[in-house]
């Protein structure tokens, strides 16, 4: 952002009537939410390589600057630190998102056409919204008594890491006997053990989201809870346990629906697809249902509670992106591509999104690596060459994508053959700030056309 754009935006001030948009950032945990809020703004501020993002590329967008978000009491998205972290002389990646944040975009735009140009120009305000997409799978809990969500996770863990200590730590339990906080302590301690173990294996659906990530409500009543086998009797702790969970369901979900999730606009869902693939299909499957999941919490249509508070509210757009993107050359990324829409697609067919438009992209908000060609065996290998985390720039071949996305999604053809198999495990890619010209923003891969889909029409 030039020192004009700048003081452009404190001589502007803030316009009461002023269009906004809220744009909901989510996605899993690594999912890349952190990075693609960050280089998204920095594009916006410095929009040399925004081409797709029409306002931009024919000059509309005249200005760009941050300001004070509305809302006093969401921390602040940390931009400048988290560019700082991508683009400082020995870049790193930033930590990811661990709760709720905010942050205000301000727009100067010339409007197109005739009666534009006489209406002159106008602030759009893009308040970004960052939130963890393990919250969207805790409205799952709100159907569910304790006792069905006990059922559900307890026939989910098995196979999973950490379920055989946790079964382990409930057998040591005399279930029937006098509610002990230590007790409590123990179980939730060990059962988030086993979400965080499931988590770190490639494992999506772990709920409660809040168990991951607790924030300020670390050690709270209603984080110390876990399931319980069926059972007839309701024991001292079973009943502490559900009323525990209820209260998770009434002071921690149910509120972050009402404050954050029914003022969105527009709403991008980010995956790490490629990660799941390269961890198999057990982790695909899963990550699959979760995004579902998630997508299924846009559904307008939908009965009950979340009815009722959204009212007549809608999310008009929605985008899923699967992310890093450049871990790929880009002839394999049509493949990819069709991957994500055959995700959609099966969610939306769940899920109906009626008034909203959805798409598809993959992209990478960071771009980390060039193109490059490996010879192996005499045959031509298409690659991609990066900066090691160790500072080693290497080129490396990622293996393939099946060309039909059935090959991945369909039971009974998964497992079938192995893809992503080549140096994937190893492409731990530094983040590459040395492109960056004046004027141009991080290097990416089409988060232009991301933009364009999300906000594109209200510049
Ligand atoms: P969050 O937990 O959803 O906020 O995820 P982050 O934004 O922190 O991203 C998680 C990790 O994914 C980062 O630390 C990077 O290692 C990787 N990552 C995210 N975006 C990109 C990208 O565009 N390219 C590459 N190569 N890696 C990425």
Same mark, same amino acid.
């Given at each position: 952002?030039?020192?004009?754009?700048?003081?452009?935006?404190?001589?502007?001030?803030?316009?009461?009537?002023?269009?906004?948009?809220?744009?909901?950032?989510?996605?899993?945990?690594?999912?890349?939410?952190?990075?693609?809020?960050?280089?998204?703004?920095?594009?916006?501020?410095?929009?040399?390589?925004?081409?797709?993002?029409?306002?931009?590329?024919?000059?509309?967008?005249?200005?760009?600057?941050?300001?004070?978000?509305?809302?006093?009491?969401?921390?602040?998205?940390?931009?400048?630190?988290?560019?700082?972290?991508?683009?400082?002389?020995?870049?790193?990646?930033?930590?990811?998102?661990?709760?709720?944040?905010?942050?205000?975009?301000?727009?100067?735009?010339?409007?197109?056409?005739?009666?534009?140009?006489?209406?002159?120009?106008?602030?759009?305000?893009?308040?970004?919204?960052?939130?963890?997409?393990?919250?969207?799978?805790?409205?799952?809990?709100?159907?569910?008594?304790?006792?069905?969500?006990?059922?559900?996770?307890?026939?989910?863990?098995?196979?999973?890491?950490?379920?055989?200590?946790?079964?382990?730590?409930?057998?040591?339990?005399?279930?029937?006997?006098?509610?002990?906080?230590?007790?409590?302590?123990?179980?939730?301690?060990?059962?988030?053990?086993?979400?965080?173990?499931?988590?770190?294996?490639?494992?999506?659906?772990?709920?409660?989201?809040?168990?991951?990530?607790?924030?300020?409500?670390?050690?709270?009543?209603?984080?110390?809870?876990?399931?319980?086998?069926?059972?007839?009797?309701?024991?001292?702790?079973?009943?502490?346990?559900?009323?525990?969970?209820?209260?998770?369901?009434?002071?921690?979900?149910?509120?972050?629906?009402?404050?954050?999730?029914?003022?969105?606009?527009?709403?991008?869902?980010?995956?790490?697809?490629?990660?799941?693939?390269?961890?198999?299909?057990?982790?695909?499957?899963?990550?699959?249902?979760?995004?579902?999941?998630?997508?299924?919490?846009?559904? /307008?249509? +939908?009965? *009950?509670?979340?009815?009722? =508070?959204? !009212?007549?509210?809608? %999310?008009?757009?929605?985008?899923? $992106? #699967?992310?890093?993107?450049?871990?790929?050359?880009?002839?394999?990324?049509?493949?990819?591509?069709?991957?994500?829409?055959?995700?959609?697609?099966?969610?939306?067919?769940?899920?109906?999104?009626?008034?909203?438009?959805?798409?598809?992209?993959?992209?990478?908000?960071?771009?980390?690596?060039?193109?490059?060609?490996?010879?192996?065996?005499?045959?031509?290998?298409?690659?991609?060459?990066?900066?090691?985390?160790?500072?080693?720039?290497?080129?490396?071949?990622?293996?393939?994508?099946?060309?039909?996305?059935?090959?991945?999604?369909? /039971?009974? +053809?998964? *497992?079938?053959?192995?893809? =992503?198999? !080549?140096?994937?495990? %190893?492409?731990?890619?530094?983040? $590459? #700030?040395?492109?960056?010209?004046?004027?141009?923003?991080?290097?990416?891969?089409?988060?232009?056309?991301?933009?364009?889909?999300?906000?594109?029409?209200?510049?």
């Amino acid at each position: 952002m030039g020192l004009s754009d700048f003081t452009d935006g404190l001589m502007r001030g803030i316009g009461m009537g002023d269009p906004v948009i809220r744009l909901g950032v989510t996605g899993l945990s690594r999912a890349g939410k952190t990075v693609f809020i960050t280089s998204l703004v920095a594009n916006l501020m410095d929009r040399g390589r925004m081409t797709a993002l029409r306002a931009a590329a024919d000059g509309s967008i005249k200005a760009a600057w941050l300001q004070p978000q509305p809302d006093d009491t969401v921390p602040r998205f940390e931009f400048e630190r988290h560019l700082a972290a991508l683009t400082g002389p020995q870049p790193y990646w930033p930590e990811g998102t661990r709760h709720i944040s905010q942050l205000r975009l301000s727009l100067r735009v010339q409007p197109r056409g005739m009666l534009g140009g006489l209406r002159g120009q106008q602030t759009v305000h893009l308040d970004i919204v960052d939130y963890p997409g393990e919250w969207l799978l805790d409205l799952r809990l709100m159907e569910r008594s304790f006792d069905d969500w006990s059922q559900e996770v307890m026939t989910r863990m098995t196979g999973r890491p950490g379920a055989p200590d946790y079964l382990a730590a409930l057998n040591e339990v005399d279930l029937s006997a006098k509610f002990s906080e230590a007790t409590a302590q123990r179980l939730a301690a060990s059962y988030t053990a086993h979400l965080n173990a499931a988590r770190e294996a490639g494992f999506s659906d772990c709920t409660p989201g809040r168990f991951i990530l607790p924030g300020e409500m670390a050690g709270s009543p209603a984080l110390t809870f876990a399931p319980l086998p069926p059972s007839d009797g309701k024991s001292p702790l079973r009943r502490e346990f559900a009323r525990r969970y209820d209260a998770y369901k009434s002071r921690i979900v149910k509120p972050f629906f009402r404050d954050h999730f029914a003022r969105i606009d527009r709403q991008v869902v980010l995956a790490d697809v490629l990660g799941a693939i390269h961890a198999g299909p057990q982790a695909l499957e899963d990550l699959r249902r979760a995004m579902a999941d998630i997508l299924s919490a846009f559904n /307008p249509g +939908r009965a *009950g509670w979340l009815a009722q =508070l959204l !009212g007549l509210r809608r %999310v008009d757009r929605i985008l899923f $992106a #699967a992310t890093k993107a450049d871990h790929l050359h880009h002839s394999q990324h049509q493949r990819l591509t069709h991957i994500v829409t055959a995700l959609l697609r099966e969610a939306r067919d769940r899920a109906d999104f009626a008034g909203a438009r959805t798409e598809a992209m993959a992209i990478a908000a960071l771009r980390a690596t060039t193109e490059d060609v490996i010879k192996q065996d005499g045959e031509e290998l298409p690659a991609v060459r990066g900066t090691l985390m160790d500072g080693r720039r290497a080129a490396f071949y990622p293996g393939e994508l099946p060309e039909d996305p059935a090959a991945l999604l369909t /039971p009974a +053809r998964q *497992g079938q053959s192995e893809w =992503l198999d !080549g140096d994937y495990a %190893v492409m731990n890619f530094r983040p $590459a #700030a040395d492109t960056a010209r004046p004027g141009d923003g991080p290097p990416h891969i089409r988060l232009d056309r991301a933009a364009e889909f999300l906000i594109g029409d209200r510049l």
